[in-house]
T-cell receptor, first 114, second 110 residues
């Protein structure tokens, strides 16, 4: 079974630039999550999709972050414009459904904003 | 604000000893509890989950849940250097939302 795929693995951008991350979840997984993990901290949920609908985006900084999940499969997360404090690992995860099931994580994208 | 608290560590134990990792959570309505292991520079991977009060054992790992005390723990028996990692406690607070703690760093000395 293929895992959660993310790209790119690493990205370095200057502040005020834009960046996009891509995620392909495990086949058949209806729930997709984007987490932000700052060094030394636990993952923080940014947005959660159930199929292509948003379940929770309460911690997504909507003035600069946006996410979409087309056709309930792949997802993209965009930051525009980036700030220095956005430097983190962005983790995509998926699960069969949102009801307390285990989440499987991708390798993450390490973003450095300079 | 629903919270999940963990001691950041590092927790250092000798090889072969029992490592005990603890987690408390604030939302009494929480139903599902997960322990993830995260090696440095890698993604979290699930090692245990528990839904009911009591103990759940899987190999060298035992998860313990006490909903009345809002407390969940992970015991690692016969700790190995390869167990050295950060252990993340995650709680499904209901409303289909999972919150992660900041993690406890475990170091197993050979």
């Amino acid at each position: 079974e293929a895992g959660v795929a993310q790209s790119p693995r690493y990205k370095i951008i200057e502040k005020r630039q834009s960046v996009a991350f891509w995620c392909n979840p495990i086949s058949g997984h209806a729930t997709l999550y984007w987490y932000q993990q700052i060094l030394g901290q636990g993952p923080k949920l940014l947005i959660q999709f159930q199929n292509n609908g948003v379940v929770d985006d309460s911690q997504l900084p909507k003035d600069r972050f946006s996410a979409e999940r087309l056709k309930g499969v792949d997802s993209t997360l965009k930051i525009q414009p980036a700030k220095l404090e956005d430097s983190a690992v962005y983790l995509c995860a998926s699960s069969l459904d949102p009801q307390g099931r285990e989440a499987f994580f991708g390798q993450g994208t390490r973003l450095t904003v300079v | 604000q629903k919270e999940v608290e963990q001691n950041s560590g590092p927790l250092s134990v000798p090889e072969g000893a029992i490592a005990s990792l603890n987690c408390t959570y604030s939302d009494r309505g929480s139903q599902s509890f997960f322990w993830y292991r995260q090696y440095s520079g890698k993604s979290p991977e699930l090692i245990m989950f528990i839904y009911s009060n009591g103990d759940k054992e899987d190999g060298r790992f035992t998860a313990q849940l006490n909903k009345a005390s809002q407390y969940v723990s992970l015991l690692i028996r016969d700790s190995q250097p390869s167990d050295s990692a950060t252990y993340l406690c995650a709680v499904d607070t209901g409303g289909f939302k999972t919150i992660f703690g900041a993690g406890t760093r475990l170091f197993v000395k050979a």
